[in-house]
């Protein structure tokens, strides 16, 4: 009975991802005319992105919505890279390669699907990145500029923010990196986790730095325990990084930077500037003149590019990742407990 269960579960499975196949190839194929649009919001609007260039540049307009959304899109950001060090889920690319190298599964699915470097992703598909974060992003700033607007403002700026995840979600299935069930589920999740945030926000901001820490260093134990108990069960942890290395057109398209553990690295990093701020309740959230705020930022930006430039990629993995740690510690440390003192 549970092995027929499990053959049903197996089988629907199948059958979902590949009529899912069939959408990526579609999108593809009618939507190729705003090709540089999809390549816009995959490249320039990713969590990395965001955290270097466009949330600091919302902490022009105010530093009360820079502290929310390096919050939010930080913890949203870890959220997701936990769910993908963890569940090991297919990207549509390396599914359909498999499909047609393997003569288990047939017959043959019928679809094509174009890839290019932007599709050499080295993580797992489960749930899609891109539009877990930028859900949160969009939204925050949504509920934070609502705050003062009227109904009617506050539906059409929903509309607007709905329309761009909506076209985050077309990026992703025109590069063929996510299949659908990845971005709705990405931005489902985002959505539950902007709620929970909302209600214990005066739990979470409230917490003194030493506890934040603590959550912190846990997680960092986690990432590891979840690493070690793959290898006693002969999981690959490095799985995902395989299968981008045996489909992905050329090698030379991956980066460094864009393996699990760095991006579990870089939002711990992320996390421990957050926690290090704590208690966030007591930051300074008031706003500097805007030339101010301005310079301010620019600095930091300098800073943040200058140290990006010279981060150490040929001194061993320890050394890069450890760097990669620092830096974003620093600077979200900066950005919400140094840059409001600049006054
Ligand atoms: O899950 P997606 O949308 O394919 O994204 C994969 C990776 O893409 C990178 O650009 C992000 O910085 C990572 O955080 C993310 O994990």
Redesign the pocket.
């Known amino acids: 009975m549970d092995g027929n269960l499990k053959d049903l579960a197996l089988e629907t499975y199948s059958r979902v991802v590949t009529a899912e196949l069939r959408i990526n190839e579609l999108v593809q194929e009618r939507l190729s005319f705003g090709d540089p649009l999809w390549r816009f919001f995959t490249v320039y609007l990713?969590?990395?992105f965001l955290f270097n260039l466009v949330i600091p540049m919302c902490g022009i307009y105010s530093q009360a919505l820079l502290t929310r959304l390096v919050f939010a899109v930080g913890l949203a950001?870890t959220l997701?890279?936990f769910a993908?060090w963890i569940l090991p889920e297919q990207r549509p690319l390396w599914l359909l390669r498999e499909m047609y190298a393997s003569s288990v599964r047939s017959p043959s699915p019928g679809v094509a699907l174009e890839s290019h470097p932007l599709s050499c992703?080295t993580?797992a598909?489960m749930p899609?990145?891109?539009?877990m974060?930028f859900t949160v992003f969009t939204l925050t700033i949504w509920m934070f500029l609502s705050a003062h607007a009227h109904s009617g403002q506050r539906w059409l700026a929903g509309t607007v923010a709905y329309g761009l995840i909506f076209c985050m979600w077309l990026s992703?299935l025109y590069l063929a990196?996510?299949f659908l069930h990845q971005c709705v589920l990405g931005t489902f999740i985002g959505i539950q986790a902007i709620g929970a945030l909302q209600q214990n926000a005066d739990y979470l901001w409230s917490r003194r730095r030493r506890w934040a820490v603590t959550g912190v260093l846990l997680l960092g134990g986690l990432a590891a325990a979840v690493y070690f108990a793959k290898l006693n069960l002969d999981v690959d942890p490095h799985w995902s990084v395989r299968e981008a290395f045996k489909w992905c057109p050329d090698p030379s398209y991956m980066r460094h930077e864009?393996s699990p553990i760095f991006?579990l690295v870089r939002d711990l990093g992320i996390l421990m500037g957050i926690a290090l701020a704590s208690p966030l309740s007591n930051l300074d959230t008031k706003n500097a003149s805007i030339c101010r705020r301005c310079a301010s930022l620019l600095v930091l930006e300098l800073f943040n590019f200058g140290m990006r430039w010279a981060t150490p990629k040929q001194n061993g993995r320890f050394a890069f990742l450890a760097y990669e740690l620092l830096r974003n510690a620093l600077h979200s440390l900066l950005l919400l407990k140094y840059i409001p003192k600049l006054k």
């Open positions: 990713e969590p990395r950001s997701n890279s993908k992703e993580t598909g899609c990145a891109h539009s974060c992703r990196t996510e864009a991006y």
